[in-house]
């Protein structure tokens, strides 16, 4: 089990609790974790990534191990504590102006 952390914005949206455990399959990447989000919660598809290119979003970030994970592609894999669930996954809304 993967544990997610999610921003305020998108828990509301999903109607959820702030961690999440979601099952994803080997190997563990970005982009397996949010394509389990996306499946168990279909109201969040296009809230973390464009619908067409599968990018991340500009204002989401991604962080695991306290390590930013955001300009890491998306195939690579996430560290192992994340994936035995020892560590969350964490997607934080960056927040823009000034």
Do not use: W
């Amino acid at each position: 089990m993967i544990r997610v952390v999610l921003p305020q914005h998108l828990r509301v949206l999903a109607n959820i609790d702030r961690e999440v455990q979601i099952d994803v399959a080997s190997p563990v990447t970005q982009r397996t974790i949010i394509d389990a989000i996306e499946a168990r919660y279909p109201v969040l598809k296009g809230t973390i990534r464009d619908h067409h290119t599968k990018q991340r979003r500009p204002l989401v970030r991604f962080f695991a191990c306290e390590e930013d994970l955001s300009h890491e592609s998306p195939d690579a894999p996430v560290p192992e504590k994340v994936t035995i669930g020892a560590e969350p996954f964490i997607i934080l809304g960056a927040i823009a102006g000034g």
